[in-house]
């Protein structure tokens, strides 16, 4: 016949295991949003601009497709006037519409000003090498607008 301690040894293990499954059920989305947080951007890293190259990018390797990743813009006003609500603007891509989030600033003349843009490629977007054209709006001249390459990749998905 059965004795009691293996009822109660059995019982004890199933809570045991229904425990377990509730904490790996909360820690899971936890772990994957650390991983998939872009690492910042210290204002450091991105290129100083100068009377000569008054418009400076730091461009990730790639980006990934659902993820957000940042780009970071430096910008020395040499005109004789304020640039009144500066903000970065990716257009013109060839194949995707990134998501872009940028706060609008001033730059009064002689200013150096740092921007660190999130873009975000929609879900939907398919893999593959785009150009781009990333510029500030707001700023009078020509010569703020470059021509850039995004690698867009599908995300790294984390399974268990």
């Not at 005109?79 to 990134?98: A, L, R, W």
């Amino acid at each position: 016949m059965y004795k009691k301690a293996e009822i109660q040894l059995s019982i004890s293990t199933i809570v045991i295991l229904v425990i377990a499954l509730v904490l790996i059920g909360v820690a899971i989305p936890f772990i994957t949003k650390i991983f998939n947080t872009p690492i910042p951007i210290p204002e450091a890293q991105i290129p100083e601009p100068t009377n000569a190259n008054p418009i400076t990018f730091l461009i990730p390797d790639g980006f990934k497709i659902g993820d957000e990743s940042l780009v970071g813009v430096g910008i020395f006003n040499k005109e004789d006037s304020t640039f009144k609500n500066v903000t970065i603007v990716f257009d013109k891509c060839d194949g995707i519409v990134p998501e872009v989030t940028s706060l609008s600033q001033d730059i009064e003349r002689g200013e150096i000003k740092k921007f660190v843009v999130k873009v975000k490629i929609p879900k939907d977007s398919k893999s593959g090498s785009f150009i781009c054209d990333i510029h500030a709006k707001g700023i009078n001249n020509d010569s703020n607008e470059e021509h850039i390459l995004v690698n867009a990749q599908k995300s790294i998905s984390l399974y268990i």
